[in-house]
């Protein structure tokens, strides 16, 4: 059974800093792009950031560039998401994601068949 379970989230005041991770079971993910989303309380899923396989490519939304770094640890199968100064509009339940093989719009969440449980990210003013 494939699994990925996010930690990291938490309640932050604006300006503040968390690193979230997502760890994969059941299936390695090396050879795979993947991402993270985020979707607010009545708002549809939004693309965060997305890498490629090797960690050479990554893609931002622009809400977020210059402020996240997505990376990827493949031995370990794991995904990690760097947020440095949070803003209250960054608050959301945070996902990361990966495709069954290949992802080929790496920012549409449809490319993506496993998502984890989600982990919240409060940011407060």
């Known amino acids: 059974q494939v699994q990925l379970v996010e930690s990291g989230g938490g309640l932050v005041q604006a300006g503040g800093s968390l690193r979230l991770s997502c760890a994969a079971s059941g299936r390695t993910f090396s050879n795979t792009s993947m991402a993270w989303f985020r979707q607010a309380p009545g708002e549809e899923r939004e693309f965060v950031a997305a890498?490629?396989?090797?960690?050479?490519?990554?893609f931002y939304a622009d809400s977020v560039k210059g402020r996240f770094t997505i990376s990827r640890d493949n031995a370990k199968n794991t995904l990690f998401l760097q947020m440095i100064n949070l803003k209250p509009e960054d608050t959301a339940v945070y996902y990361c994601?990966?495709?069954?093989?290949?992802?080929?719009?790496?920012?549409?969440?449809?490319?993506?068949?496993?998502w984890g449980q989600g982990t919240q990210v409060t940011v407060s003013s």
């Open positions: 890498i490629n396989w090797s960690a050479v490519v990554t």
């Open positions: 994601a990966a495709p069954k093989s290949t992802a080929r719009n790496i920012r549409s969440s449809n490319e993506y068949a496993y």
